[in-house]
């Protein structure tokens, strides 16, 4: 029996690193994780989805939407979101191919 390791099972069912099915599948997992952090973080924080919709100035559906699929979402909502939870935040850019 052949066995495969798991960047040869991901570039075979995904796609290849920078292929364009690949970058969406990342992208999608980038934004599910972002949700469930949010999600997680809320419950720590004992916060309702309604309570935490209203120290951002949204509706509890938003809340739900963005902790289901934080694809669609500013990053000016992510900042108000990670700071009414009391979260340090953290991006990291890293730009390829270019000589800065």
């Known amino acids: 029996m052949k066995t495969y390791s798991l960047d040869q099972v ?10 364009p ?17 949010i999600k997680h973080t809320r419950q720590e924080r004992h916060l309702t989805q309604e309570e935490l919709g209203q120290l951002i100035g949204v509706k509890k559906s938003q809340i739900s939407k963005l902790e289901n699929s934080a694809s669609n979402v500013t990053i000016d909502t992510l900042i108000r979101v990670f700071s009414a939870l009391k979260a340090n935040i953290k991006f990291q850019i890293e730009l390829q191919g270019t000589d800065c």
């Not at 099915?21 to 952090?37: C, P």
């Open 21 to 37: 099915d690949r970058d969406k599948f990342e992208y999608e997992l980038q934004m599910d994780l972002i949700g469930k952090a």
């Open 10 to 19: 991901q570039d075979k069912l995904i796609g290849k690193v920078g292929t």
